[in-house]
């Protein structure tokens, strides 16, 4: 969906941390099979 955007995005909200947006979608999207955009 971001393309290119994608990794300057992903390391510009904290890399691999859970305080990262991206990796919090990630875990809501595994749990529940919904949410997975990062921003409300």
């Known amino acids: 969906m971001l393309g290119p955007l994608f990794l300057p995005l992903y390391f510009a909200c904290g890399g ?3 305080r990262n947006r ?3 979608a990630a875990d809501r999207y595994a749990l529940t099979g ?3 955009w990062p921003w409300p």
């Open 16 to 18: 691999i941390s859970h």
């Open 22 to 24: 991206f990796e919090q």
């Open 34 to 36: 919904s949410g997975w």
